[in-house]
């Protein structure tokens, strides 16, 4: 099984901060990446697919990257409706695997 | 466009249940569907998938076996046969949309809870 290994797995921002969160894949897989935002009680939401294609609707200031294994979500400019937990999944074979979270905090 | 579950509920150790997930809103049939489960303040977990047309599935180990996936292409709904519930198996349960292949999920339900306790 692929193993995410996503970290921090926790972190305090200000609105208006810069935060990057990582994910690193046990072995490669390409691009077969994918970021999910979640607040309490809701279901995930998909931000990003192919590690860094912004899906219909996501605001500008999120963005994925790739390199080699590593994978990177940023948020520039963070507003206060983007605290929330982010989650990275692997969708390059099965099982599918996610990582294990990364809770953003009002600092 | 929309997901909704249903068949959550209460159950003992050992029993069974029956998840289903009605989606409207998109052609059913031509998506792979899945089910991600939330244990309560945990992440997330992948469950199973199945391809547009049924005839492919996947399990995560720690279902295969007790957890079976279905979907009914004329009712555009999708299944999730429980059985040998396990405490463990207490979450949310997601019905989650493929967007190109079996992921990403690209439209999720609202989740349906299963507790497993005596």
């Known amino acids: 099984d692929i193993q995410m290994t996503q970290s921090p797995s926790s972190v305090s921002a200000s609105v208006g901060d810069r935060v990057t969160i990582t994910c690193r894949a046990s072995?490669?897989?390409?691009?077969?990446l994918a970021w999910y935002q979640q607040k309490p009680g809701k279901a995930p939401k998909l931000l990003i697919s192919?590690?860094?294609t912004l899906q219909g609707g996501v605001p500008s200031r999120f963005s994925g990257s790739r390199s080699g294994t590593d994978f990177t979500l940023t948020i520039s400019d963070l507003q206060p409706e983007d605290f929330a937990t982010y989650y990275c999944?692997?969708?390059?074979?099965?099982?599918?695997?996610f990582g294990g979270g990364t809770k953003v905090e009002i600092k | 466009v929309q997901l909704l579950e249903s068949g959550g509920g209460l159950v003992q150790p050992g029993g069974s249940l029956r998840l289903s997930c009605a989606a409207s809103?998109?052609?059913?049939?031509?998506?792979?569907m899945g089910w991600v489960r939330q244990a309560p303040g945990k992440g997330l977990e992948w469950v199973s998938g199945?391809?547009?047309?049924?005839?492919?599935?996947y399990y995560a180990d720690p279902v295969r076996g007790r957890f079976t996936i279905s979907r009914d292409n004329s009712k555009n709904t999708l299944y999730l046969q429980i059985n040998n519930l396990r405490v463990e198996d207490t979450a949310t349960y997601y019905c989650?949309?493929?967007?190109?292949?079996?992921?990403?999920?690209?439209?999720w339900g609202e989740g349906t809870l299963v507790t497993v306790s005596s």
């Open positions: 989650a949309k493929g967007s190109t292949g079996y992921s990403p999920f690209d439209l």
């Open positions: 809103g998109f052609t059913f049939s031509t998506y792979a």
């Open positions: 199945v391809s547009h047309r049924g005839d492919s599935i």
């Open positions: 072995q490669g897989i390409r691009s077969y």
């Open positions: 192919a590690a860094s």
């Open positions: 999944q692997q969708a390059s074979s099965f099982p599918l695997t």
